[in-house]
């Protein structure tokens, strides 16, 4: 018999459409909503369901006959028994515009395979690894803080998180806050990783882009840590594309060089998703 799911709510009727081949129909476990642009959920996870901590995946929802997918980072860590997602919420867009209605129990779609350059494996060992993210591009960051493979590769881990506004920066916050109360790795990720959160459109006591940050000294003397530099250091990079490309050239200055699986190097860029 051929699989179906009922397509989520706001649609007049509940209508069920086939699954297509190669995905997995997943129910969504919890929702929040941290402002009117952003919001977070977990589904279950498929036993089958394997990816590397960072990776992303395409999801979907079951209300057409050929489901619109968007390529979305794993913001739970390989070891988590669900999967969970960190979303914009843009008013037309094809996927977000239904997305951001989802409810304990409706269904999401998952591709099998995973993907992605945001993987610990395609960087060579160094003491400190910097991650650097805007607005949801935070969200392969929060798979990789949870996971003890990224303390394994690195003793130092140092993430920055800018967003426009303060109600932004909520799941950053909430992310550490229960990390450092995790029964499984509070105690490996102790003094060990540090959240360098700035807001650029309201005042907040740390304002400023993270290019700016860094350019100024700022960034180094905030935290009281060395500058970037090649010889120590790894740099992974997520979010929007201006600040993807203006990030790239500033490493790029420093003299890191660009990685990928095939070619483990000093840093590595994926741009988070919009629409
Ligand atoms: P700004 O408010 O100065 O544009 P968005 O919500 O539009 O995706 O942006 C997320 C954050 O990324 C904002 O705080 C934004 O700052 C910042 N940002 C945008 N472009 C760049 C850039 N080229 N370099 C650094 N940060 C940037």
Request: net charge negative; charged share 25%.
């Amino acid at each position: 018999m051929q699989q179906t799911a009922t397509a989520v709510k706001d649609d007049a009727e509940r209508v069920a459409f086939p699954i297509p081949a190669n995905v997995f129909a997943e129910k969504v476990v919890s929702v929040k909503h941290y402002t009117d642009r952003l919001f977070s959920f977990r589904v279950t996870r498929p036993q089958a369901f394997r990816f590397r901590s960072g990776e992303f995946v395409m999801i979907g929802l079951p209300n057409a006959e050929k489901p619109v997918f968007r390529a979305y980072s794993i913001a739970s860590p390989a070891w988590d028994e669900e999967i969970e997602f960190f979303s914009i919420k843009v008013p037309d867009g094809p996927l977000t515009s239904h997305l951001q209605k989802v409810q304990p129990g409706d269904t999401v779609l998952l591709r099998h395979k995973t993907t992605g350059t945001l993987v610990v494996d395609a960087l060579t060992p160094a003491k400190r690894l910097f991650m650097i993210s805007t607005g949801t591009g935070i969200a392969p960051f929060a798979s990789l803080v949870r996971d003890p493979d990224t303390y394994e590769k690195f003793d130092q881990i140092i993430l920055t998180h800018t967003c426009r506004d303060h109600a932004e920066l909520a799941y950053g916050v909430e992310l550490f806050e229960a990390l450092a109360a995790d029964p499984l790795i509070g105690e490996v990720v102790q003094d060990r990783v540090t959240l360098y959160s700035t807001t650029t459109r309201e005042i907040t006591p740390r304002m400023g882009r993270i290019t700016r940050l860094i350019e100024t000294g700022r960034f180094y003397e905030d935290l009281g840590i060395a500058p970037l530099s090649p010889e120590t250091d790894r740099v992974m990079i997520c979010g929007s594309m201006h600040m993807l490309k203006d990030v790239k050239e500033l490493v790029e200055g420093l003299g890191f060089k660009e990685g990928s699986l095939a070619h483990p190097a000093d840093f590595v860029v994926e741009r988070a998703f919009v629409g």
